[in-house]
């Protein structure tokens, strides 16, 4: 458990203190049932949503407090990914933590000497702010990732390519309900139904959700990049399929009637000369020749290959 103090900067509080003004605490999961006195004397704070169970991103408004969780698409150090819980009230804010990279960002926020000016709802806006810093980033090495896709369709190399385009549309529908759904918490933030964020804290909730739609335009962009790949992949396969065919029907084409040639003399009447003549035999063989010959001359005149 750790415990900070929201002033005019972000500061650690020394163990057993209880310091006046506005508090931040990160828990796990676990520590979440073993909250110390005093701030187990405000039952409140054992509402605080499970990072554990979290799945998505929401904000739920109650009489006295505003909780929710938050899920990110990014990986923590473990694997898994990024996800905590959060609850707010008048003078609290606690966040639910079970990877670390919840107490990483606000490691650095201090380290940085962020100023939140005592006011949760600026420090909310900085640690999302922060959240969201590599956002774009990434967002532009996921289209440097499809465009290097691009260029092996149009060189024709497709193994492995299908897998490939289907992770990459994952991960964008990933960042897209990401996004999605944290603009809808921030939207239910700057509602202000609880009446804990100032005029200024909700201007800052509304430059926020404007960067996420920014954000969210970004990954619609990327998804119609994706689109555009996939159906150039899609016409690259069909394109070699057709080759394939076309390889085929000249090869069909061509054994045709020799297979005819073949029939024909295969009947074994007794009443054909050429089987009883000295040079049937080479004179079949020769007509054979002659007739690929003249299939593949015709072929080519045709411009069929």
């Not at 739920?60 to 407090?65: A, F, I, L, P, S």
């Not at 966040?95 to 670390?100: A, K, S, V």
């Not at 996420?212 to 992949?233: A, C, I, N, S």
């Amino acid at each position: 458990m750790k415990l900070y103090s929201i002033g005019q900067s972000l500061a650690p509080c020394e163990p057993g203190g209880t310091p006046a003004g506005p508090l931040l605490l990160l828990l796990s999961s676990e520590e979440v049932a073993q909250l110390p006195d005093p701030l187990a004397a405000q039952p409140v704070l054992r509402h605080i949503p499970l990072a554990r169970d979290a799945r998505v991103c929401k904000a739920e408004v109650h009489r006295d407090y505003l909780c929710g969780t938050v899920t990110t698409p990014r990986q923590a150090k473990d694997g898994g990914r990024i996800a905590f819980g959060y609850l707010i009230t008048a003078g609290r804010l606690v966040l639910c933590d079970d990877t670390g990279a919840v107490q990483s960002l606000v490691r650095r926020m201090v380290k940085e000497k962020t100023s939140p000016q005592g006011s949760i709802g600026r420090f909310c806006y900085e640690f999302l702010e922060l959240l969201l810093a590599k956002d774009l980033h990434h967002l532009e090495e996921l289209e440097d990732q499809l465009a290097r896709l691009e260029e092996r369709v149009l060189g024709g190399s497709l193994e492995g390519l299908n897998s490939q385009l289907t992770e990459l549309n994952r991960e964008a529908m990933r960042w897209m309900r990401f996004y999605t759904q944290l603009d809808d918490m921030v939207c239910e933030f700057q509602e202000n139904e609880n009446n804990f964020f100032s005029d200024a804290e909700q201007l800052l909730f509304r430059l926020l959700e404007k960067r996420l739609g920014r954000l969210l335009d970004e990954t619609k962009l990327l998804r119609e990049y994706y689109v555009q790949v996939r159906e150039m992949y899609q016409s690259e396969i069909g394109l070699q399929q057709n080759q394939i065919m076309k390889i085929l029907t000249i090869v069909t084409t061509v054994f045709m009637p020799l297979s005819l040639l073949a029939g024909w003399y295969g009947m074994n009447f007794t009443g054909m000369p050429e089987l009883s003549w000295q040079y049937g035999y080479p004179a079949v063989i020769t007509a054979g020749v002659l007739i690929v010959l003249v299939c593949l001359w015709w072929i080519k005149k045709k411009k069929f290959w």
